[in-house]
């Protein structure tokens, strides 16, 4: 069940700029008992309104989006493998609807990214293609106004909350 006393926070530019590039996204939630899932994101898109889309497929998330469904909790990590940059936004309300033709060119757009960042680091074209394996018509949209943020990138500032204004 959502929580009525959280409310969407405004993240730094900087912040917002790392989902713009190419960055992995795991998608997290859990059930009623507290137990977790987690499903490998395909891509992602910051809206006009500061809400973030993240892109699954339905059949490897089903687990995730039951949850969603269920509680509205998710938590998202988004992650730039050539630097290591790390951040994980949480939300108590989501929104899921099917993808549309601009979400699938989205996610072609990051699947580009991440394919041009995994390159960056020695992997080729194929193993991206491989991570990032999603058929339009299995493509699903969850939308999400981040309630908190937390800076996840290894070393002595991993959990910090990031700073909103």
Do not use: W
């Amino acid at each position: 069940m959502p929580d009525p006393t959280r409310h969407p926070i405004v993240l730094a530019p900087e912040d917002l700029a790392l989902l713009q590039r190419g960055c992995g996204v795991s998608i997290a939630s859990r059930d009623a008992t507290c137990l977790p899932d987690l499903v490998r994101g395909v891509g992602q898109r910051v809206e006009p309104n500061g809400e973030i889309t993240v892109f699954l497929s339905r059949v490897d998330g089903a687990g995730v989006l039951a949850n969603l469904r269920e509680n509205g909790a998710i938590a998202a990590v988004f992650s730039q493998p050539s630097t290591h940059r790390t951040v994980q936004m949480k939300a108590t309300r989501v929104s899921i609807a099917a993808a549309t033709p601009a979400d699938v060119e989205t996610v072609e757009r990051c699947r580009a990214a991440m394919s041009a960042e995994l390159h960056a680091i020695g992997y080729g074209p194929e193993f991206a293609r491989a991570l990032l394996a999603c058929e339009p018509a299995d493509l699903v949209a969850v939308r999400f106004a981040p309630e908190s943020a937390f800076d996840q990138t290894p070393g002595p500032k991993a959990g910090a909350p990031i700073a909103t204004r």
